[in-house]
């Protein structure tokens, strides 16, 4: 009678949607659902985050100026100061959310994600070049960042590869990669002059302060291509999850996608890390909310996105509400609350004896 109830419930839960042209879809009424609620809250705090500020405005006053109904001082506050911090605050969490899912999943460990496997410390190491030896100019440090991330990501790879890349080898690889990033990182604060090590410091702590439409549209455009290809490519994904030889005898190119996601997750995270700086645990943390919160086996991309949107978006409005307006980077604050998620996951995994 228990298998039945359940085998009902789990009915319940799915549901298969036919297309037309022949194809079938199998829904998660839950996930679609907490999916839904994600965006609504990412939404909601989007709007008061665009309110809150030295000249407050009301909700219903922002959402009026953001269809072309606001007066000329509204309209230039929010479409040219506050919203576009706002859409690169949505896009980073987005793509940190996406990127820490499909590390944990390719892992197949819940420490896998940018934060531990040391590619926010690769593009800061690439945006540090930038800033100490050559003084460029923020254009030049976006550019330093995307190449430090890809070269980090592409020597964890090249590192990690034995017959394959396999999950506790590439975390390990990835924790070694981390402390020399780290230890790089210090040295070049150390050899750069006081105007440009405050200026780095100000960088590395991971910000949305003085974010305009430059950094809206390339993070728009790149995850406008990447996004569709990484949701399409879940259902290998999942497939792989089972072990390399049962993706090799359903007929998944295992090593081929496993390359070109985490070449995605890669250049989701260095173009992130590029956009605001290195937001810690974004990454690691909304994977794993949206899985306790979905409750379903697999990589979860598309809740792991909206979390990790909804994430820094909130936690950007609560350092404003807190401390007020631009006082506490976005970083400090998802680094707190991160690093204590963290802690309570190492204790969770520890009990249930999987490390």
């Not at 802690?343 to 520890?350: A, G, I, Q, S, Y």
Request: aromatic share 6%; net charge positive.
């Amino acid at each position: 009678m228990k298998t039945a109830a359940k085998d009902t419930r789990a009915t319940r839960a799915t549901r298969a949607v036919r297309t037309p042209g022949g194809f079938s879809v199998r829904l998660d009424v839950r996930a679609l659902t907490v999916v839904v609620l994600l965006l609504v809250a990412a939404l909601a705090a989007s709007v008061l985050l665009i309110g809150t500020g030295d000249f407050p405005i009301p909700a219903g006053d922002v959402l009026r100026t953001l269809v072309g109904d606001g007066n000329a001082g509204q309209e230039f506050i929010v479409n040219e100061l506050r919203l576009p911090r706002v859409l690169v605050g949505l896009l980073v969490g987005a793509s940190l959310g996406l990127g820490g899912a499909l590390f944990q999943a390719l892992s197949r460990n819940p420490l896998g994600s940018p934060d531990i496997l040391g590619l926010g410390q690769g593009a800061t190491a690439g945006a540090l070049v930038v800033i100490v030896v050559f003084s460029g100019g923020s254009g030049q440090v976006t550019v330093g960042a995307l190449a430090g991330g890809l070269g980090t990501g592409l020597a964890i790879y090249l590192l990690a590869w034995k017959r394959g890349v396999h999950g506790y080898r590439l975390v390990l690889v990835g924790i070694g990669m981390s402390a020399i990033m780290t230890a790089v990182n210090g040295y070049l604060l150390t050899k750069a002059d006081l105007v440009d090590a405050a200026r780095a410091l100000v960088w590395m702590t991971g910000s949305l302060s003085g974010r305009d439409w430059a950094q809206v549209w390339p993070l728009l455009w790149l995850c406008a291509v990447l996004v569709p290809f990484v949701l399409v490519s879940a259902r290998d994904l999942r497939m792989m999850e089972m072990g390399d030889d049962v993706s090799y005898a359903l007929g998944v190119r295992v090593e081929r996608v496993r390359l070109l996601l985490m070449l995605s997750a890669v250049l989701l995270t260095a173009a992130a890390t590029a956009a605001a700086g290195p937001v810690s645990f974004v990454a690691l943390t909304a994977p794993q909310l949206a899985r306790r919160l979905t409750r379903s086996p697999g990589p979860n991309l598309l809740p792991s996105l909206c979390m990790g949107a909804a994430l820094l978006v909130t936690a950007d409005w609560v350092s404003q509400q807190v401390f007020g307006a631009d006082q506490m980077p976005v970083g400090v604050v998802t680094g707190v609350l991160g690093g204590l998620y963290l802690l309570w996951l190492l204790v969770t995994e520890r009990r249930a004896g999987r490390i």
